[in-house]
């Protein structure tokens, strides 16, 4: 089946311990997103990739980057995690970025900070 | 700017029974979708049901349908004959033509209770 993957489940991390997190796709999707769900909130979009165009958005903090070296893979890397970085994080994809295409959410990354 | 309300933090319905979740959001422009999610406990959101702003019919799939009311500017979902596994947070979230970005509600926690 098609589908969003994410990989690890569960990442335990130690703070100011660069920590990365993957996403792969097997839709062949152009569009991948990383989302930063804190508990008992709505997800936050961080950024997306649109092919290979890289769109930031403007309240993530320096410390989260992303990589996409092909279509399949998106990486989520927190260079120095705090502790206020504990959240879930859910990678997504959509088929292109108009308004009628659906996004399609991994079972997401649940990281915890020490 | 652009936003999403949902007022009902939690909800408590018996199985079997129909249940309305609540939904109205904010916007200017004429050309957007409006979406529904399913989190589980487990943490993936799980597409529901989609609605174009230009769509003349509520839009249904199977237990799901949305009763969109443009004027008003809602889009409230009900599951019909509900289930003990529909236990969950529900999300609406709003995107704009263009924007490349879901907008979420703060979502709606149901519980069904047998």
């Known amino acids: 089946d098609a589908m969003v993957i994410q990989n690890p489940r569960y990442q335990v991390t130690q703070f100011g311990k660069p920590v990365t997190l993957s996403c792969s796709q097997t839709?062949?999707?152009?569009?991948m997103y990383w989302y930063q769900q804190k508990s008992s909130q709505a997800p936050k979009l961080l950024f997306h990739?649109?092919?290979?165009?890289?769109?930031n958005e403007a309240d993530t903090p320096d410390n989260f980057q992303s990589r996409r070296p092909n279509t399949s893979f998106c990486f989520l890397d927190i260079r120095s995690p705090g502790l206020g970085d504990a959240a879930m994080y859910l990678c997504a994809t959509s088929r292109d970025p108009s308004v009628q295409e659906t996004q399609y959410f991994g079972p997401g990354t649940r990281l915890l900070v020490l | 700017a652009q936003k999403i309300t949902q007022t009902q933090p939690g909800m408590f319905v018996q199985e079997k029974e129909a249940v309305t979740l609540d939904c109205t959001y904010d916007?200017?422009?004429?050309?957007?979708?409006l979406f529904w999610y399913k989190q589980p406990s487990s943490g993936e959101m799980i597409f529901l049901i989609y609605?174009?702003?230009?769509?003349?019919q509520n839009a249904t799939e199977g237990r799901y349908s949305l009763n969109f009311q443009k004027a008003r500017k809602s889009a409230n979902l009900v599951i019909s004959a509900s289930q003990l596994g529909d236990s969950a947070m529900y999300f609406c979230a709003l995107e704009i033509q263009g924007a490349q970005k879901l907008v979420f509600g703060q979502g709606t926690r149901l519980t069904i209770n047998p």
């Open positions: 609605q174009g702003s230009y769509d003349q």
């Open positions: 916007t200017s422009d004429p050309s957007y979708g």
């Open positions: 990739y649109y092919d290979k165009d890289f769109n």
């Open positions: 839709l062949n999707h152009n569009v």
